[in-house]
């Protein structure tokens, strides 16, 4: 059977009853060192050196127009081997010996077109492809040309010359290697265990067996659906159920997408919570009375602020997010700057809250729960229209499009409605401790309401022209 130390596959066929063939095919560069005749013009001829290393450039040259080369050869054996006696006396170390070379195959193993967008998406997104193959290095540099994986400057190492280096010589080197051709299982292992000695995540996908140990070291092992064997499953993350590395890539995409969205959903609710907490810990500094009531800050955090939180969730992903080099392994979800923001847009919400209930409160007892009513929806509708600031940190609404996540806009709309309902409806009122406001008292709560989202989108503006 194929093996890749020895680079060959061969069989022995009884191509008559007076005669066994062993048929082999293989490396070139293997094969013909096994090689001592060719057949040309139906007879066989020694095999000079001269020919050795025309049918070796021949190969080259083959492999260099990305095709996968593969030496074919034959040895017959006399007509008395052919008996029990005969073929017990073949040794397995003679079947691949003393050949005669019949010719070179060229198979040709196209990149797949969306492999050429993925790549291109990779090299954006800082995301570096390395192609480790056991074909030639000509071979596995033509694709890697074409794919633009690796640039025509680059050439191609092989097994044996990662062979000759030490751990520490492999670790120093490998981030100018894009293509390593000719490679066994211990290679593959080497080079994600170089890879991750300099700090990489790495990802490693294969389908042989001999891919399995490299799979299992790497940060994410991707096994082949479709061609992969079941030992290279089971040591694999991930399984690709359409052997496509554009799926992969697409992954990544997806990955960033889930990542952002947790933030937005974390963010969203710790500034949201922050604001409440300043609300009442502003009114307990400057002595007055609690602006916002027990069952109203209940009601904030289970309905106002549950139903956005859970839409930005479900954010589609941001426009540019694989032109963004990757976050750096060590940084959470939050982040100190994360952190100051989300306190500086609790502070936002607060001080307007605060404001509202001030300027409808002024020391007048008499004002205190229409004061609390206007605080209640201020902060209320300023953390509903906040969301909508939430779902980028760098574009605005309208470079995202306001019916770009129609789940948002539906549970704006619900919280919207709910808190209307708990504000207007008399039977309500009680339960949540609000009183009906005037015309004017709506004006103001309109307007502060939609003050936090204003100044955030307009700093985004601000930021994007600096």
Not at 38 to 62: C, F, T
Not at 336 to 342: E, K, P, Q, T, Y
């Amino acid at each position: 059977p194929f093996d890749s130390q020895r680079k060959l596959m061969s069989v022995i066929v009884a191509a008559d009853k007076s005669r066994l063939v062993v048929y082999t095919k293989g490396a070139p560069e293997i094969l013909l060192d096994r090689c001592v005749a060719l057949r040309q013009s139906g007879a066989v001829q020694p095999l000079s050196d001269e020919r050795r290393n025309e049918i070796l450039h021949a190969s080259a040259n083959m492999a260099a127009r990305a095709l996968r080369v593969l030496a074919l050869a034959y040895k017959e054996y006399p007509s008395e081997m052919s008996s029990v006696a005969g073929k017990s006396a073949i040794t397995s170390s003679d079947y691949e010996h003393n050949l005669v070379f019949a010719g070179l195959v060229g198979m040709i193993d196209p990149p797949r077109e969306e492999a050429f967008d993925a790549v291109n998406k990779c090299r954006a997104a800082g995301v570096r492809a390395v192609m480790i193959t056991g074909d030639h290095p000509a071979t596995a540099l033509a694709i890697g040309r074409e794919l633009q994986i690796s640039q025509p400057s680059d050439r191609a190492i092989t097994g044996l010359e990662l062979d000759s280096m030490s751990d520490e010589e492999l670790a120093a080197q490998i981030s100018s290697f894009s293509v390593i051709a000719r490679v066994a299982a211990e290679h593959k292992m080497r080079i994600v265990l170089a890879l991750q000695k300099l700090g990489h995540v790495v990802a490693m996908t294969g389908d042989g067996v001999n891919d399995a140990p490299a799979v299992k070291v790497a940060d994410i092992g991707i096994a082949m659906g479709i061609t992969g064997t079941d030992v290279t499953k089971e040591a694999s993350d991930m399984v690709l159920t359409d052997d496509n590395f554009a799926s992969i890539v697409n992954a990544v995409e997806e990955g960033r997408s889930i990542f952002d969205n947790i933030q937005r959903f974390v963010h969203y609710l710790l500034a949201c919570n922050a604001a409440e907490v300043g609300v009442m810990f502003v009114a307990a500094l400057l002595d007055w009375p609690v602006p916002l009531t027990a069952v109203q800050i209940l009601w904030i955090n289970l309905v106002t602020d549950g139903l956005p939180a859970l839409a930005l969730g479900m954010e589609p992903p941001e426009r540019g997010i694989m032109r963004r080099p990757p976050r750096p392994l060590q940084q959470g979800v939050i982040t100190w700057r994360n952190g100051i923001g989300i306190l500086g847009y609790g502070s936002l919400i607060a001080t307007v809250a605060i404001a509202g209930f001030w300027l409808i409160y002024r020391g007048n007892p008499t004002q205190l729960a229409q004061a609390r009513t206007a605080t209640f929806c201020i902060t209320s509708f300023g953390q509903i229209f906040f969301a909508l600031g939430c779902r980028s940190q760098r574009l605005t609404m309208p470079q995202l499009g306001l019916l770009t996540n129609p789940t948002l806009l539906a549970a704006m709309a619900v919280s919207v409605s709910l808190q209307l309902t708990v504000s207007l409806l008399p039977f309500a009122q009680p339960v949540f401790d609000v009183v009906s406001c005037s015309v004017a008292d709506w004006i103001l709560i309109v307007a502060l309401s939609l003050v936090p989202v204003t100044v955030i989108e307009v700093g985004k503006l601000i930021k994007a022209s600096l």
